[in-house]
Structures are given as C-alpha cells and as structure tokens.
Antibody
Framework: QVQLVQSGAEVKKPGASVKVSCKAS????????ISWVRQAPRQGLEWMGW????????NYAQKVQDRVTMTTDTSTNTAYMELRSLKSDDTAMYYC?????????????WGQGTMVTVSS | EIVLTQSPEFQSVTPKEKVSITCRAS??????LHWYQQKPDQSPKLLIK???QSFSGVPSRFSGTGSGTDFTLTINSLEAEDAATYYC?????????FGQGTKLEIK
C-alpha cells in the first residue's frame, strides 16, 4: 500500500542538527514531491518546504530557509529533512506528506511523524 | 504569504448535529483549498481536496464548498468519532499555509 515511514524520535541539544528520513513505498517516487510539515506541542500545522521526487528541486518557507536542507535519495525512495542550529522552539512533531510533482496540491498521504525534542 | 483564518476555533456539539467550519483566505486562491482531520496522537488525514472533492474512503457526511477567499467544511449528522481538530490548507500560492485549526468537542 502507499505509505510514508519516518525515522524515530530524536533528542538534541540547542545548536545541534537533526536529520529526519521519510521512506516512500507503494507509488512511483519520481512522480510526486514531498512536503515537510511540523507541529509544535499543542499547536497548529506549519509548512516548512517541498522537495521534488523527480529532480530534487526545493522550495523552503522563509522562516526556516537559512537552516533547513531537504534532499532525496531516489535509489531508496527516501526524502530527508535536515534542520541545523536547533533552538528550543524547534521542538515539534515533524511530518512528511506526499505533495505534487510541482509544489502545491493536497497532502493525501502522511508519515507517522517524528518527534524532535531540543533540550539542554 | 496567504493567511488562512478559521472560525470558530472551538465548538462543542451534540451527536447528529450539523456543523459548519469556515476558512477565509487573505487573498483569492481559486479552489486550491483542502481540509484535514487530526485526532490526538495521530497524523492529519485528508478529508476534502480542492474545496469540494471528497477524498477516497471519507464518509459522505463530510462535504466542502467555496472558492476564492471563503470556504466551508460541513459535517452532517455528527458522530462521536468526529471529535478532532480540523485544519484547512491552501496550496494555491507559495508558501503553502494552514489555518490555525478548529477543535470539535462532542458533548
């Protein structure tokens, strides 16, 4: 079945980096993109950016664009999101979601989420 | 950046009631507006795409209308399992954005 499976929870210190993976299966990875969405505890959803599953082209939200890098490995149908210089307010559940070939469609498939905790 | 404003932010309703949640966009987005349901400790689930298209497997009591800047999610004959937070999401303009959410409590 079509699914996105994310890597496990992470605990990081302020200033460190985290890299979250999202492995796709059940569909042709290169026909879609992946968006990353985060949700701070008891808060709403925040779009972080999009990456093409075809050519790795990216589009980042301004709020994180200086600290985030999204990549893909088409040999394993896996998308990655790396966030650097972590701060306490980066503590959140991070989701990957299937987006369109071009950025900007509905998110029909979501990963299970990866909890990232930033604490000294 | 397009801001989505949902109302109400919280609603307490009884089973079998009809519920409407609205989402207003700060500028026109055509029909590039989608609705999700999120239950505690779960990932969001797509309910309605492109303002009015039901997603596969979603119960028929969920429906969506609207275009331009004003959109509505309607739940007919509410069931206990519909207790959740509902989000709208616009994909018509980058950066994509979400509404702040509407929490639905079932009495």
């Amino acid at each position: 079945q079509v699914q996105l499976v994310q890597s496990g929870a992470e605990v990081k210190k302020p200033g460190a980096s985290v890299k979250v993976s999202c492995k796709a299966s059940g569909y042709t990875f290169s026909n879609y993109g992946i968006s990353w969405v985060r949700q701070a505890p008891r808060q709403g959803l925040e779009w972080m950016g999009w990456i093409s599953g075809y050519n790795g082209k990216t589009n980042y939200a301004q709020k994180v664009q200086d600290r985030v890098t999204m990549t893909t490995d088409t040999s394993t149908n896996t998308a990655y999101m790396e966030l650097r210089s972590l701060k306490s307010d980066d503590t959140a559940m991070y989701y990957c979601a299937r987006d369109g070939y071009f950025p900007g469609t509905d998110f029909d498939i979501w990963g299970q989420g990866t909890m990232v905790t930033v604490s000294s | 950046e397009i801001v989505l404003t949902q109302s109400p932010e919280f609603q307490s309703v009884t089973p079998k009631e009809k519920v409407s949640i609205t989402c207003r966009a700060s500028q026109s987005i055509g029909t590039s507006l989608h609705w999700y349901q999120q239950k505690p400790d779960q990932s969001p689930k797509l309910l309605i795409k492109y303002a009015s298209q039901s997603f596969s497997g979603v119960p028929s009591r969920f429906s969506g209308t609207g275009s331009g800047t004003d959109f509505t999610l309607t739940i007919n004959s509410l069931e206990a399992e519909d207790a959740a937070t509902y989000y709208c999401h616009q994909s018509g303009s980058l950066p994509q954005s979400f509404g702040q959410g509407t929490k639905l409590e079932i009495k």
